[in-house]
């Protein structure tokens, strides 16, 4: 299939066309080529607090699917291993434990919480036993603010990802944060994932589609600004609605920023509000169907549901509705791509951009 192309100059591109987010190829090309090999968001560091804290995760749930375990191991160091066993495969750790090591219960192998094979029953005087992939394989993991991270093969360090973040946020207690699961949902919608994060990145449809949001945003003063690997919005508050107080020597100093929204490649979010941060995954499930997970992280309660972050829930409902609406759109057989409008789309443009530099080289020569 014929790379996607993005004109670097925002004035004369055209977007990407609707058979990127209709095709099912495409939606399997994106699977390897972008989400293979991108950092996903896994955990928080408060679900491994002590050493021998083992936590099975799955990376990227519906899409990738990659069974993983996360381990502390006796020095407080994290690990990503493979949670399949080099034997024949059985999940070596199927629940939260706090452990001195791993077994797999099917033929009892046993690794250590660094993944190599300390005993294999059955194994004795069997030559050339064990070898490197008789370990647990290791992926490469890394955290931000307690954040936790992984990737089957990074395009890039995962400091690239977060480079620009602490410069507008790093003030703030991140590390305090706990997470509310009664704020803390997932939506399904029926509509492809580039298409939510195209959304998301452009403020042009926020006074049509959110009017709540519109009244606590000075709209004419939303901005955003662009990022190695990502992108921000930047919301100035509307009159005296809820604002962060920043502090002297910050980028922003002198304004009253309701919120700032982070896209970071290729599908999360974090949406840094004063009481805290909603962080959006975005999960690819299948051609037009998408699982978004949001999970709050409140370090001051008093403020939530002030301002800008007024009935997210809403404003979600409302994103849902018009981005599924745009879906049925891609698959017209008219549609070629539209223009970007260059004040309000320059996040937009700038994920296509980093989408079609990703997809380039050695894209499949299948017809199309």
Same mark, same amino acid.
């Given at each position: ?23 099912? $190829?495409?939606?399997?090309? *994106? ?8 950092? !996903? ?46 034997? $024949? +495969? ?18 009892? $192998? ?28 290791? *992926? ?91 992108? &921000? !919005? ?20 002198? !304004? ?19 009481? +805290? *941060? ?43 509705? *018009? &981005?599924?609406?745009? !879906?049925? +759109? ?22 296509? $951009? ?15």
């Amino acid at each position: 299939m014929k790379p996607p192309e993005i004109h670097p100059d925002i004035a004369a591109a055209r977007s990407l066309p609707g058979n990127f987010h209709a095709d099912p $190829r495409w939606f399997e090309i *994106v699977r390897e080529r972008v989400f293979a090999c991108s950092w !996903q968001l896994i955990a928080h560091e408060d679900e491994l607090p002590v050493s021998g804290a083992c936590l099975p995760v799955t990376l990227l749930q519906g899409l990738l699917d990659e069974p993983l375990i996360l381990t502390r191991g006796g020095e407080g160091t994290l690990h990503a291993l493979s949670n399949v066993c080099t034997h $024949r +495969g059985a999940l070596v750790c199927e629940q939260a434990a706090v452990l001195p090591g791993l077994r797999c219960r099917y033929h009892g $192998r046993r690794f250590d919480l660094a993944g190599r094979l300390i005993s294999a029953p059955g194994f004795d005087g069997v030559p050339a036993f064990p070898t490197d992939a008789d370990h647990l394989p290791a *992926v490469p993991v890394a955290t931000w603010r307690k954040l936790v991270f992984a990737s089957l093969s990074p395009l890039f360090p995962l400091s690239d990802l977060m480079a620009g973040i602490d410069a507008r946020v790093g003030f703030l207690p991140f590390e305090r944060a706990l997470l509310d699961r009664a704020r803390s949902r997932d939506y399904d919608v029926a509509a492809g994932w580039g298409l939510y994060c195209d959304n998301y990145l452009e403020g042009l449809h926020i006074p049509f589609v959110h009017p709540g949001l519109a009244a606590a945003l000075d709209v004419r003063s939303y901005r955003t600004e662009l990022l190695p690997w990502g992108s &921000v !919005q930047v919301g100035v508050a509307s009159g005296g609605d809820c604002a962060f107080e920043l502090p002297p020597g910050h980028p922003d100093f002198g !304004q009253r920023i309701a919120a700032y929204y982070f896209w970071l490649f290729p599908n999360l979010m974090l949406n840094v509000y004063p009481w +805290g *941060v909603s962080v959006n995954i975005v999960r690819p499930l299948a051609v037009g169907r998408t699982r978004v997970s949001f999970l709050s992280y409140v370090w001051d309660p008093a403020l939530v549901d002030k301002g800008a972050s007024a009935d997210l829930d809403r404003v979600e409902r409302e994103d849902e509705a *018009v &981005v599924e609406s745009v !879906q049925r +759109g891609m698959r017209s057989r008219l549609y070629r791509g539209g223009r970007y409008a260059p004040r309000h789309e320059s996040g937009t443009h700038h994920f296509h $951009r980093l989408l079609a530099g990703v997809l380039s080289p050695a894209i499949d020569a299948s017809p199309g």
